[in-house]
């Protein structure tokens, strides 16, 4: 908020004069950005700040571009007026914007405050030194900013000692959880497995007794060839094979981003999955299905029995999508959550999101790195980031139970959708617990509100993140995206492969991606590894 201060007439017209005769004698001029020191003042030109926004062309009829809406147009009044600052938004394809930032960094465009997910991109903008180390500058125009982050979550942003980005707050650190048809359950008199051994004999007791009635049609375990996907994938269930090993051979055969096939164990979940696949248990055509859309079809159409996906999540929970589709095509059609995909001590692990979400980041290239750190400062005030997750009470969202509840009339959501790419200093919302921001999150479903909530719940069990280390990956950089495509592709190959050609293809496959560089990975992760424990 503003300070206002009164000053009489007099005192206004001494300052004026002061400054004026300070001005002629030095020849100097005021500062482009001054700040007014008395009400009445010239505050000089304001300043630009370039931001980039994503944009995922959703934005609903009359709601106007992402670079000038409602929301835009809101942090220009709350900060940039007040500050001399204006606002620039730069659009940015969601769906391309790992390339679309490259080309920006790369000719010098990019603009004042940018963001990615993709940790390699940011290894990669660190080794060429295109980033500006922020530490300093947060340290003098960002306590709300230091505060709500804290050290953890900016520790991951700190590379070679420096502050090159700063990491947005992820509040709940859950992925996959994994969903089985209760009606098909209860028609055979089965409970929800617990474990990988009772989930398997109910996958055949789906194939062989067609509880849903579907015709020949069920699929008792549904999944697509999706990389990282958020619909389905077999992450948990493959990686419950997984055996115990060292801390330094978890560092070294983790990879950023690429599935963990040299992991002690791997192969062997793999495998069960090419045994389902010959029993006819899993998706016929899923190596056909790049894009989840088959998967999604499926699943509302009544004919798979279990799957494993994104917990809590919109496209299977929100109003109109996949779950709602069921219940029309389906009446009486019922998910609930599982965890059954047990290890070798009994535990479900699963892998989760790290501390953070989106890393930002200022180039090199900005002039405005203080003005960039003073927004984001703002934007993490509870105030402000509350109605910036949350949209205007009475307008975007009502208060039950001490929790905002979405307000979903076409004229609320043509000034409220996408605010998460807005609010870039968090990844969810804050209620102050896990407890709490679960409840938050599962009160966002009002009709699936006690399922999303277990599958919160099961998503973070046994849960662990991935190993990082503070400096880049040379290699990872150089053949993450070529071995990223090679390892999915020697799982896909793997399960449809025939069981007595299975280890060739396996073997085969994993001989060829160390030769394409997967080697290299291991290598250097296990140096960095030991360096790190000297």
């Not at 330094?248 to 981003?257: H, R, V």
Request: with cysteine; charged share 25%; aromatic share 10%.
């Amino acid at each position: 908020m503003r300070a206002t201060r009164k000053t009489s007439l007099t005192s206004l017209t001494s300052i004026f004069l002061l400054s004026s005769l300070l001005s002629a004698c030095s020849g100097g001029a005021a500062e482009p950005n001054a700040q007014p020191s008395a009400e009445g003042e010239t505050k000089g030109e304001p300043v630009t700040l370039r931001v980039e926004m994503f944009d995922r062309g959703n934005a609903p009829a009359g709601a106007g571009p992402v670079t000038d809406n409602f929301w835009t147009q809101w942090m220009q009044k709350e900060f940039g007026d007040p500050n001399n600052i204006k606002l620039e938004f730069v659009p940015v394809p969601r769906n391309q914007e790992v390339d679309k930032l490259n080309v920006l960094m790369s000719t010098g465009d990019a603009p004042d405050i940018v963001f990615t997910y993709d940790l390699n991109t940011i290894y990669n903008y660190v080794k060429d030194g295109g980033l500006t180390d922020v530490g300093p500058v947060i340290e003098q125009y960002g306590p709300n900013l230091k505060k709500f982050l804290g050290e953890e979550v900016l520790s991951y942003g700190v590379f070679d000692g420096k502050q090159y980005t700063i990491p947005a707050k992820r509040t709940l650190q859950f992925t996959h959880s994994s969903y089985i048809r209760k009606d098909w359950l209860d028609r055979l008199g089965l409970p929800v497995p617990t474990t990988t051994e009772q989930f398997y004999n109910t996958m055949k007791a789906f194939k062989e007794q067609d509880p849903g009635q579907t015709g020949g049609k069920v699929i008792p375990y549904a999944f697509s060839a999706m990389n990282n996907t958020s619909v389905s994938n077999t992450d948990q269930l493959i990686g419950s094979f997984v055996k115990p090993m060292s801390e330094e051979d978890f560092y070294a055969l983790s990879a950023t981003g690429i599935k963990e096939i040299l992991k002690p164990g791997y192969k062997d979940g793999v495998r069960f999955l090419n045994k389902m696949n010959q029993e006819g248990l899993i998706s016929p055509d899923f190596a056909l299905d790049k894009d989840g859309k088959q998967f999604e079809s499926d699943v509302a159409n009544g004919y798979v029995g279990a799957f494993t996906a994104l917990a809590a999540h919109p496209s299977l929970m929100g109003v109109g999508n996949v779950f709602d589709t069921l219940k029309k095509n389906v009446p009486g059609a019922e998910y609930v959550a599982m965890d059954t995909f047990t290890n070798e001590e009994g535990k479900t692990p699963k892998i989760i999101y790290d501390p953070t979400g989106i890393h930002m980041m200022i180039p090199k290239s900005s002039k405005r790195a203080v003005e960039a750190i003073k927004f984001l400062d703002w934007m993490s005030q509870p105030d402000v980031l509350f109605t910036l997750t949350n949209g205007i009470e009475g307008q975007h969202h009502t208060i039950e139970n001490g929790f905002p509840v979405a307000i979903t009339t076409d004229e609320a959501k043509k000034t409220f959708y996408n605010n998460f790419d807005i609010a870039i200093v968090i990844n969810g919302k804050d209620f102050g617990s896990v407890e709490k921001n679960m409840e938050a999150v599962a009160v966002g479903f009002p009709d699936y509100k006690d399922l999303a909530k277990q599958t919160i719940v099961n998503a973070l069990k046994d849960g662990y993140t991935a190993p990082r280390f503070d400096r880049p990956i040379e290699a990872e950089i150089k053949y993450g995206a070529t071995l990223r495509e090679k390892a999915t592709e020697i799982v896909v190959k793997s399960i449809l492969a025939k069981p007595e050609e299975f280890d060739a293809v396996f073997d085969a496959g994993v001989e060829e991606y160390l030769r394409l560089g997967g080697q290299e990975i291991v290598d250097e992760r296990r140096a960095a590894y030991q360096a790190m424990k000297e």
